[in-house]
């Protein structure tokens, strides 16, 4: 069996995967203190319970995953971390050899290999989570780009004028969609600490500043999506993340795609593996790296 990871930067899961299947799924609060240290812990207390049944591991990471390494495009969604040799620190933990993938890179693969519409060539997964990742399915194939930035939507810049993100540009779709902004946004207007969860309960309660701060998040993926359908000619959306996947909240980036002209709406669908579909990406991916290197070794 394999041991697929998730790192985000608001939780850490893993589980054992056997022909799709979970099998004894752990979950644990990302670590907010930036320290390497504390993550190596994190990661290994995860792990140590599956390792006796795995002969391989595969992560699906937030961050830029690059030789081994992960290093933060906004590195405030993992505490201030910006480099971190994740591949070495798995292997020694573990002895097992392990294969990385960026988070949305791995769920646009497990959405991709979900689809129905098998002559559907071009797909984008976006997840709207602490940050807000893409992936991208360019004529059936992921896409990693040659340093693993390919698909980083969630800093191509909406606004010149909008709140500055923790990559160092301005209005980004990040800063402007994520749970994290929305925190932030609805935090300052109702001048107390509330996180995306806390502003939806509110949403669905009626309150206006809440429909507000939730609007401002989906019409910033709407305006995303018609982005990428007009360079990639995107025929299929999928939306995942706990914000993505949040009740109405798809419905509400529905809303403001139908106001863009026709030429620039997508298919937009819910994640089928929803809040697994960095896991079973990941796992998917792995399996078919391997049959390829296989096939190419014969
Ligand atoms: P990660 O980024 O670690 O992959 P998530 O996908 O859970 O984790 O995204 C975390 C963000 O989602 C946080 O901003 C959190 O407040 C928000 N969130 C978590 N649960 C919910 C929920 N039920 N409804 C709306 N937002 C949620
Ligand atoms: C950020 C970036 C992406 C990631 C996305 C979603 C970092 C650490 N991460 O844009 O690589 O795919 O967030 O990540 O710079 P999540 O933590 O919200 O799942
Ligand atoms: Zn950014």
Redesign the pocket.
């Given at each position: 069996m394999i041991i697929a990871i998730d790192i985000?930067?608001?939780k850490l899961s893993a589980s054992l995967i056997s022909d799709s299947n979970l099998i004894d799924g752990r979950r644990a609060s990302t670590p907010k203190s930036g320290a390497a240290s504390d993550l190596i812990v994190a990661l290994e207390q995860l792990i140590t319970p599956l390792l006796s049944k795995a002969t391989s591991i595969v992560v699906a990471s937030?961050?830029?995953i690059n030789q081994g390494r992960l290093t933060?495009?906004?590195?405030d969604?993992?505490g201030g971390l910006n480099d971190f040799p994740l591949q070495s620190v798995l292997e020694n933990i573990s002895g097992l050899p392990v294969k990385l993938l960026?988070?949305?890179q791995a769920a646009a693969w497990g959405e991709y290999c979900q689809l129905a519409e098998k002559n559907c060539r071009n797909m984008a997964f976006i997840?709207v989570?602490?940050?807000?990742?893409?992936g991208l399915i360019i004529n059936g194939e992921l896409l990693t780009g040659m340093s693993g930035l390919a698909g980083?939507a969630?800093?191509m810049t909406l606004d010149v004028n909008g709140p500055t993100c923790g990559?160092g540009r301005s209005g980004c779709v990040?800063a402007l969609a994520?749970?994290t902004a929305i925190g932030q946004l609805a935090s300052d207007l109702y001048k107390t600490d509330l996180d995306a969860k806390a502003v939806f309960e509110r949403y669905h309660q009626g309150e206006q500043d809440a429909r507000m701060v939730i609007d401002r998040s989906a019409q910033a993926i709407a305006e995303l999506l018609g982005n990428l359908r007009a360079l990639l000619d995107i025929e299929v959306a999928v939306i995942g993340?706990s914000v993505g996947l949040a009740e109405g909240y798809l419905e509400r980036v529905h809303h403001f795609m139908e106001q863009q002209p026709p030429l620039f709406q997508v298919d937009l669908q819910l994640a089928q593996l929803g809040h697994e579909a960095g896991l079973k990406g990941a796992a998917l991916w792995a399996e078919q790296e391997q049959a390829s290197q296989e096939c190419a070794a014969q």
């Open positions: 985000g930067g608001t937030t961050g830029i933060a495009v906004n590195p969604n993992l960026n988070d949305a997840t989570s602490t940050g807000v990742g893409a980083h969630g800093h990559c990040e994520s749970g993340g």
